[in-house]
């Protein structure tokens, strides 16, 4: 089992662009949870997806979007990147129902320059 | 509101047991986690603990949470140069739903 994996692992944009992270669940996970963790902080909450939707957001605005493949693998896009927006983006999976705790990837590292 | 906070510097020597320190505001949290992040890695969990239980012991870890007063602690025994990391406290309403993290308390083990 691979685990969760993420794509890619770097990332270097310029302000204005449009970035796609990409994130590959756990075998046996339906759930993707993306969050920011910005230098020197805690991750931050961005949302959840399952069953193809966007099921919980956190306080992220409407430049952030996703999507849930019916693979359950799962996209992040950013559009009109900001200097703010460098961070390591992490991916998270679960099993709704499933009593399971969230498992991480290692991460993206954007920086937007 | 849902807020985790914790202290951001511990350092310990080798051999040394450490205890990490965690609050949260939320009454509504039902698990409660510890998190390992080395540089450049993602994040692993260590452990977690239900809101109805008051201790969870595994193997060098030991998980302790004081419910009334939402405070939460993780005891390292036996501290080794290896658990140099940043170790973060969390809490969710559900398993596998949304986390809130508290911003990481580093861990320096000098031998």
């Known amino acids: 089992d691979a685990g969760v994996t993420q794509s890619p692992t770097h990332l270097i944009k310029t302000r204005g662009q449009q970035v796609t992270l990409r994130c590959s669940p756990k075998s046996g996970h339906d759930t993707v949870s993306w969050y920011q963790q910005a230098l020197g902080q805690g991750p931050q909450f961005i949302f959840q997806?399952?069953?193809?939707?966007?099921?919980q957001r956190g306080n992220f605005p409407d430049r952030f979007s996703g999507h849930q493949f019916p693979n359950y693998s799962s996209e992040l896009n950013v559009n009109a990147l900001l200097l703010g927006d460098s961070a390591l983006y992490l991916c998270a999976s679960s099993m709704t129902g499933g009593n399971t705790e969230a498992f991480f990837g290692q991460g993206t590292r954007l920086t937007v320059v | 509101g849902e807020d985790v906070e914790q202290s951001l510097f511990l350092s310990v020597r080798e051999g040394d047991s450490s205890v990490i320190n965690c609050t949260y505001t939320?009454?509504?949290?039902?698990?409660l986690y510890w998190y390992k992040q080395e540089p450049g890695a993602g994040l692993q969990l260590l452990t977690y603990?239900?809101?109805?239980?008051d201790m969870k012991q595994d193997q060098r870890l030991t998980v302790l949470l004081n419910k009334k007063d939402k405070h939460l602690s993780l005891r390292i025994a036996d501290t080794q140069t290896g658990d140099s990391a940043i170790y973060f406290c969390?809490?969710?309403?559900?398993?596998?739903?949304?986390?809130?993290f508290g911003q990481g308390t580093e861990l320096s083990v000098k031998p």
């Open positions: 969390a809490e969710s309403r559900n398993q596998g739903g949304k986390l809130i």
């Open positions: 939320d009454s509504s949290s039902t698990y």
């Open positions: 603990i239900f809101s109805n239980m």
């Open positions: 997806y399952y069953e193809e939707e966007e099921r």
